[in-house]
Nanobody, 122 residues
Framework: QVQLVESGGGSVQAGGSLKLSCTAS????????MGWFRQVPGKEREGVARIHQDGSTTYADSVKGRFTISRDNAKNTLYLQMNSLKPEDTAMYYCAATAYCYSFRPDAYVYWGQGTQVTVSS
């Protein structure tokens, strides 16, 4: 059974930092491209960052220079370091896995976690 479990969300003031984690089980983790997405009620889920199997990364323009995605294949864990947080970063954050790392389209990702809430106050 595949499981992706996010943690690390919380409430922070604007300008602060949070680090999200996502631990995977039931998959050959190193073979998957991993992504972070976020969603607010009433809006579509949007891709934030993804990390390829070879460690290369891609970011949404809205988070470039502020967020850093990384992975530890020995621990089957994905991270998202979020710095200089803004109120507009408030959302439920999800990690997801795909074998084909070519887009931020949510339907390209096969496995999803349950999400962790990030709230940034002004």
């Amino acid at each position: 059974q595949v499981q992706l479990v996010e943690s690390g969300g919380g409430s922070v003031q604007a300008g602060g930092s949070l680090k999200l984690s996502c631990t995977a089980s039931g998959i050959s983790y190193a073979r998957y491209c991993m992504g972070w997405f976020r969603q607010v009620p009433g809006k579509e889920r949007e891709g934030v960052a993804r990390i390829h199997q070879d460690g290369s990364t891609t970011y949404a323009d809205s988070v470039k220079g502020r967020f850093t995605i990384s992975r530890d294949n020995a621990k089957n864990t994905l991270y998202l370091q979020m710095n200089s947080l803004k109120p507009e970063d408030t959302a439920m954050y999800y990690c997801a896995a795909t074998a084909y790392c070519y887009s931020f389209r949510p339907d390209a990702y096969v496995y999803w976690g349950q999400g962790t809430q990030v709230t940034v106050s002004s």
